[in-house]
């Protein structure tokens, strides 16, 4: 199963959501999506707005792959159940954030071996596969746990600073 998380924030993922959407026909496997507040109603995908913190870490458990914007929450989350992760920052160009701040985030992650980060969605299907069931070893598992640790804390210290 590959769990697609857009999270709380009240402006509409439409784009993630209609792209998924249109590629679950394409993918062998179950597509759970949480919209949140996206407009876009999936077609092929299974989907549900909200759910409990529970709920979520249940699906994000059975996941071979978690796709997500970059929230803080969901990535410990995949990294504490050592699921690989795709994620697709929100920018506020599209008008899905305030600000890019999910770009820094997905910046910040992208060397990691669990992670793939993608902005233009005619690459996400190849990251997805590129990921999928991919195994990971105990050492990328802890360098992971380590990373998001490290990027959260540098994140924090930016933004006491004033420089994010």
């Not at 949140?36 to 913190?53: H, I, M, Q, W």
């Amino acid at each position: 199963m590959i769990y697609v998380t857009v999270g709380s924030h009240y402006q509409s993922f439409d784009r993630l959501v209609k792209k998924i959407d249109d590629l679950t026909a394409q993918i062998d496997e179950e597509v759970v999506m949480q919209i949140g507040y996206s407009t876009y109603l999936p077609r092929k995908a299974a989907y549900f707005d909200f759910c409990s913190l529970e709920k979520a870490e249940g699906l994000i458990q059975k996941a071979a792959l978690v796709v997500s914007h970059a929230g803080i929450g969901t990535i410990i989350s995949a990294r504490q159940f050592k699921k690989p992760m795709v994620i697709v920052p929100r920018l506020k160009e599209y008008h899905e954030h305030n600000n890019d701040h999910q770009l820094e985030i997905a910046e910040a992650l992208k060397t990691r071996p669990w992670v793939r980060v993608v902005e233009d969605l005619d690459l996400l299907e190849e990251s997805m596969r590129e990921l999928k069931d991919k195994p990971l070893t105990e050492g990328a598992r802890e360098a992971g746990k380590r990373g998001v640790i490290d990027v959260i804390k540098q994140f924090l210290e930016g933004v006491e600073g004033g420089t994010s």
